[in-house]
């Protein structure tokens, strides 16, 4: 099913959607995520090309992805649009709700084990883990990783942190990311290797403070080091990756040296 707090969709919103209907002038589809509302495709929304026949670009049961043009609260009319999405928007998106049912999935597990609904896991659960965490999947994936300390501070009902602890342990690998870089160093003062020296341990500090990540800087030839960051995402380590390669360049150019970083 899965579930969005609100009734409606946001106007330029992507929703995942299920065609109904097809007619020769439109097509609506069921809002999977929106309690099965309904939206209407009109024909000049259906693709950038010109159409003969409709039927020829969506068919009944096709799982799409569109995009939000209007919504009338008032008469319950959502307005979508096949067009204005680009492949890998769409793709993006379908990824998005594979992990969306995958979290339903362990939340409906969990409520099961404490005798209660899907209705009320979402409630209880799941939408403050939306909110914390951006979605919930990424939220078990933190739980994972962290057991409890990932629940913390955050207004869950007691009952629920053990059976979310347990069932994100038990269902939820966490694949690490491994990016690289380099910074060139020189130095032409009389200490000029432990300037380099300094500056690369410092470099190596910038991952320090950064939960689940690794740092490691080797020697590949004069005055070339490669930087090698693991992290559980993408985002945190270019964020350390790059931190590092401007905390020893900063360094050695303070020392009246040369230095460059660049992404490998």
Known sequence: MVLKRQPFPDEGELVVCTVTKVYPHGAFARLDEYRDRDGYIHISEVASTWIKNIR????????????VLAVDRKKGHVDLSLRRVSEAAKKKKMQEWKRAQKAEKLLEMAAKELGKSLEQAYKEVGFKLEEEFGEIYGAFEEI??????????????????????????????????KIHGFVELRSRAPDGVEVIRKALLAAKEAGKDAEGVSLDIAYVGSPRYRITVVAYDYKTAEEVLRRAGETAVKMVVAEKGEGRFYRG
């Open 56 to 67: 020829d670009f969506v068919r009944e049961g096709q799982k799409t992805v569109a995009k």
């Open 144 to 177: 994972s990783a962290a057991g409890e300390e990932a629940l913390e501070g955050i207004d869950i009902p007691q009952e629920w942190i053990k059976p979310l602890v347990k069932l994100a342990q038990e269902n939820v690998s966490i694949s690490k990311v």
